[in-house]
């Protein structure tokens, strides 16, 4: 079965996350510079097979569009230019960041780890993930 891959989408590093092949659990991957993002997926689709890409899109809390989300929309349009034969959804991204830099004081990792903007960045991401598959369900 093909997995699902999700993209926490930043002007500097994406966060990214995939699913087990059987879709029921999401995992942190990688986090990668942005420039080097489309690359990355590439490489990516070329070893494992891909159902969708679940892109998070920032809101504000009244529920329009955040300043980073004309980015996100320009992203997304070349994601689907790349890969054209796999769909593109958006997920919610509100309060990721706080959720995972939550997560990971709960789960004890240390203070130095939880400031490398690189490991919330994909944690964010597995939550974005995990949100979409159970909201699909």
Known sequence: MPRLLA?????KRSGIAVTDPLQIIAT???TVPTH?????LKKYAGQEQLEA????????????????????????KVLKKGF???????HDERFTSSMALQ??????????????????D?????IILQSYMESSR
Do not use: C, H, Q, W
């Open 53 to 76: 890409f679940i892109v998070g899109m920032p809101k504000r809390l009244d529920n329009t569009a955040s300043e980073n989300a004309a980015r996100v929309v320009a992203f997304i």
């Open 28 to 30: 942190a991957l990688e």
């Open 36 to 40: 080097t993002l489309l690359d990355f």
């Open 84 to 90: 054209p034969d796999i769909p593109v959804y958006t």
């Open 122 to 126: 994909k944690i964010s991401a597995t």
């Open 103 to 120: 997560s990971m004081i709960t789960a004890g990792t240390k203070k130095s780890d939880r400031r490398e903007k690189g490991n919330i």
């Open 7 to 11: 993209i926490d989408y930043g002007s």
